[in-house]
């Protein structure tokens, strides 16, 4: 590890997670000496407690399915899935916890590491400890998200578990209660009734709601099938132990009890001990940003990943860090700033183009705008609706293939805005959507864009056929 001896840097990067560690990258590359801070480990969530050990999780379950799923694999897999297998090919990923790789490559890329709590203690001012640090020309905050806890008589009482306990678990317990139905409620659920888990998931509204309406249907099914409980439209309105056990009494006068309940009910921004106060900002509130992520009211102060609230998504986090990273070295130097929409030196896709896969099995991959999103915002839409079963690719990827496809389409210009996918093994097919939608591809020349035959990615040619040739 670099011992830093010069306390004056270009830029400080506040958090090491998947996007400081990129925006540091990036500002290191533009030629200014960047100093990160990090409280615990280099790497992040998504590499200890989130995307990694989750997508392990994950997996091991899926691929055994996806064998079942196929006349002739079917007959060679008989066993049941090796759960401690499992736990620890995700340690393997998480290398045990343990960030000495992630900090070499920091090192290697010559970047000056500190560790410990970062406080913005004035203008251009961090303070660790003891060790006042400055920056020339900006502070970066990418500080994260933490899982919130609701304000529920006893829950805080019962020692639930968040998205951390869910995924480093050295053992899984027989029963877990999951309060939430987003996405990681429905990733854990998935994964741990794979495990033989007793899942009960306890849902305000429906699964998956933000996504389009059949993503919600078929994951819940499909979580149904492999055994867990998904109770929709009920709250959780108190919970105590009793002989070990969680005890939850629910809005419609059910209990459950289970041995541990996972809160998923979203995120909060980490920024309630960060010295907001000295700059004038809120404790505990979301940094809001431009589209070159520098924070609303400052020209030294930027925000990066969970921790502006665009998009809580590594690879949209880490899109945002090449923008800003790249706009702190143009501004250093003086140089052109590219800040039109789809510039350079924009997070312009976090409004509109936004991909992401949920690892549920089926999985949900989707980017840009829902039917319902699209048409709220004012767009004229066609929705074109076709069952992924019935593509030829499909049929032969999982005998009975089930899933489904949305494209929703701008009447207007005749450009697509977004597209959802649900099914088996979708996710490898979500980058052709997201080219499309960011590149406003019109749907005349999408007819020229001819997918492989046999595979899944005939969908394209079956939704525009389902359009009609413009
Ligand atoms: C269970 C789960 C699964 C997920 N799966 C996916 C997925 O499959 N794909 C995907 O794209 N996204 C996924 N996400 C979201 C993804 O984890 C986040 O979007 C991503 O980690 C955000 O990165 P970040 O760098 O902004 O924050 P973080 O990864 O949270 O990093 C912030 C870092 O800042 C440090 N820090 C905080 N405050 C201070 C301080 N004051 N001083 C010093 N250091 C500080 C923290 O210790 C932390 O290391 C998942 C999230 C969860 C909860
Ligand atoms: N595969 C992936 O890309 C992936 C996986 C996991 C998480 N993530 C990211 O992490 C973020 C956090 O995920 P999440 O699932 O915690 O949040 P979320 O916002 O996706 O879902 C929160 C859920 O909790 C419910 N809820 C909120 N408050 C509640 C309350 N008081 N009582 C009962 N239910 C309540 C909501 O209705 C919703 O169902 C997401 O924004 C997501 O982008 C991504």
Redesign the pocket.
């Known amino acids: 590890m670099t011992n830093p001896t010069d306390e004056q840097y270009d830029v400080i990067v ?8 990129n925006v540091a990258d990036r500002t290191t590359q533009g030629g200014l000496k960047t100093l990160i ?11 200890y ?7 392990a999780l994950l997996r091991s379950g899926i691929a055994l399915r996806a064998a079942q799923n196929v006349a002739g694999s079917a007959e060679a897999v008989t066993g049941r899935l090796d759960v401690a297998a499992t736990l620890a090919r995700r340690d393997s990923f998480t290398h045990d916890w343990d960030d000495s790789s992630q900090v070499d490559w920091l090192d290697g890329a010559g970047i000056d590491l500190v560790r ?4 913005i203690t004035g203008e251009r001012e961090v303070t ?1 400890g003891d060790r006042v640090f400055t920056a020339r020309y900006a502070v970066v905050v ?6 919130t806890l609701p304000p529920i008589p006893g829950l805080a009482d019962v020692n639930p578990w968040t ?1 951390h306990d ?2 480093s678990a050295k053992t899984i317990p027989a029963s877990l209660a999951i309060l939430g139905g987003g ?2 409620a429905a ?2 659920a998935t994964a741990y009734a794979s495990f033989g888990c007793a899942v009960t998931m306890i849902v305000r509204g429906e699964v998956l709601d933000t996504q389009e309406p059949f993503a919600g249907e078929l994951v819940t099914e499909a979580l149904t099938k492999l055994g867990a409980v998904v109770k929709t439209h009920v709250g959780l309105e108190s919970a105590a132990r009793a002989s070990g056990s969680v005890v939850l009494t629910l809005s419609d006068g059910s209990t459950v009890t289970a041995d541990e309940i996972l809160v ?1 009910t979203g ?1 909060q921004a ?2 309630a ?2 010295g907001l106060d000295n700059i004038g900002l809120t404790p505990g509130d979301w940094l809001e940003t431009d589209d070159t992520l520098r924070v609303t009211g400052f020209d030294w102060l930027y925000a ?4 502006n609230h665009r ?7 880490k899109y945002q860090a090449r923008a800003v990273g790249d706009v702190i070295a143009a501004r250093a130097k003086g140089a052109p700033v590219d800040d039109q929409p789809w510039g350079t030196h924009v997070a312009t896709a976090d409004h509109r183009a936004v991909p ?2 949920t ?1 549920t099995d089926p999985e949900v991959a989707s980017v840009g705008l829902t039917a319902a999103a699209a048409a709220k915002a004012g767009y004229t839409i066609r929705v074109v609706d076709y069952d992924l079963g019935s593509i030829a690719g499909a049929s032969l990827q999982a005998d009975g293939y089930s899933g489904k496809a949305r494209m929703v389409v701008d009447e207007e210009r005749s450009v697509v805005l977004g597209v959802t996918f649900v099914g088996q093994d979708v996710s490898e097919m979500l980058q052709a959507a997201t080219v499309a939608v960011v590149g406003e591809v019109p749907l005349a020349r999408l007819w020229h864009a001819v997918p492989a035959y046999p595979t899944m990615n005939e969908i394209w040619l079956r939704l525009l056929e389902t359009y009609g040739r413009p």
């Open positions: 506040i958090g090491a997670g998947a996007v400081g560690e801070v990090e409280s615990e480990l280099v790497g992040g969530e998504c590499s407690w989130a995307c990694m050990p989750s997508k410990g709590h970062a406080v660790v990418s500080t994260g998200s933490a899982a998205s869910a995924t996405v990681v990733e854990i998923a995120r980490r920024t001990d960060l990066a990943g969970d921790v998009a809580l998504l590594t690879h949209q986090g992401q896969v690892f």
